[in-house]
C-alpha cells in the first residue's frame, strides 16, 4: 500500500513590517517559514544547544553571567541556556512579534514555558541591531541565530549585522573577554576574516555533523580584554 505524503499544514500567517511570517506543522514537525524561505524547525536543536554551549565554553569560568541571545526562533537556545544554572541573566532579543506569541500562548508554548516562566529570563521584541547600538547593557556572551548565518540572509537588511558596522556594535557590548558566537547554516571563510579585522581573537569554527550535506556551524571569537 502506498501511502500519501503528508502535507504542511499552516497554523498561522501573519504580516509584519518585515514580510510575511508562517508557522506550518508537517507532521510532527513544527516549522518558521520567512518570506516564503524555510528559515528552522523542531526537528533537531543540536546547532542551536551548540550555540550556547560553545558560548560557554570560550568564555570560561565567570561568575553568574549575562547572556544574550539574538532570535528566539523555535526557541531551543533559550531552552537550553535556561536550563543552565550557571547563567545569571538570559535576554533574547526577536523582532517578529508572531514568533513572540507563538511561544507566549501558541503552539511553541511547550518548547520554551519553563524557560520563559524563569526570572532570569527577559525577552525584548525589536531589532537585534538597533538593540546593540542603543542599550547601555552589557553581556558576557552573545548567540546570535540571525536568519541563516552571514552567508545566506533571507530578509533585507540581516546582513548588516555581519558586516564590520555590525561588529563593531557586537563588541561594544560584549564585556572585555566576552563571547560572540555566531550561527551559520554553512562555514564561511569570508566571516572569519571579516571577525578578525574588526578586532576580534581566537576566531574559530565549530561544525556540526549532518547526516548529509553542509554541516551547520558556530563561528567563535572574543572580544580581547
Same mark, same amino acid.
Given at each position: 500500500?502506498?501511502?500519501?505524503? =503528508?502535507?504542511?499544514?499552516? !497554523? *498561522? $500567517?501573519?504580516?509584519?513590517?518585515?514580510?510575511?511570517?508562517? !508557522? $506550518? $506543522?508537517? +507532521?510532527? !514537525? @513544527?516549522?518558521i517559514i520567512a518570506n516564503g524561505c524555510f528559515l528552522m524547525d523542531t526537528s533537531d536543536g543540536r546547532s542551536e544547544r551548540l550555540l550556547v554551549d560553545a558560548a560557554l565554553a570560550a568564555l570560561g569560568p565567570r561568575e553568574r553571567p549575562s547572556i544574550l541571545i539574538g532570535g528566539l526562533g =523555535? +526557541?531551543?537556545? @533559550?531552552?537550553? &541556556? &535556561? &536550563? *543552565?544554572? $550557571? %547563567? +545569571? &541573566? @538570559?535576554?533574547? =532579543?526577536?523582532r517578529e512579534s508572531a %514568533?513572540?506569541?507563538?511561544?507566549r500562548d501558541g503552539p511553541l508554548a511547550p518548547l520554551t514555558a519553563e524557560a520563559l516562566a524563569d526570572p532570569r529570563t527577559t525577552i525584548l521584541h525589536g531589532d537585534l541591531l538597533a538593540h546593540l547600538r542603543e542599550t547601555s547593557a552589557t553581556y558576557d556572551a552573545l548567540c !546570535? *541565530? %540571525? *536568519?541563516? +548565518?552571514?552567508g545566506w540572509t533571507v530578509t533585507e537588511g540581516n546582513g548588516q549585522l555581519y558586516a564590520p558596522t555590525g561588529l563593531a556594535d557586537c563588541a561594544r557590548v560584549l564585556t572585555p573577554g566576552g563571547v560572540l558566537a555566531v550561527w551559520s547554516a554553512q562555514p564561511s571563510g569570508v566571516f572569519e576574516e571579516t571577525l578578525r579585522n574588526a578586532g576580534f581573537q581566537q576566531v574559530r569554527t565549530e561544525e556540526i555533523p549532518v547526516a548529509r550535506g553542509v554541516p551547520d556551524v558556530v563561528h567563535l571569537a572574543l572580544r580581547p580584554g
Open positions: 500500500m502506498i501511502t500519501s505524503p =503528508v502535507e504542511p499544514v499552516v !497554523l *498561522d $500567517r501573519r504580516e509584519g513590517p518585515y514580510g510575511e511570517v508562517v !508557522l $506550518r $506543522r508537517h +507532521g510532527e !514537525l @513544527l516549522q =523555535v +526557541g531551543f537556545s @533559550l531552552a537550553h &541556556a &535556561a &536550563a *543552565d544554572p $550557571r %547563567i +545569571g &541573566a @538570559l535576554t533574547v =532579543v526577536e %514568533i513572540v506569541a507563538w511561544h !546570535l *541565530d %540571525i *536568519d541563516n +548565518g552571514p
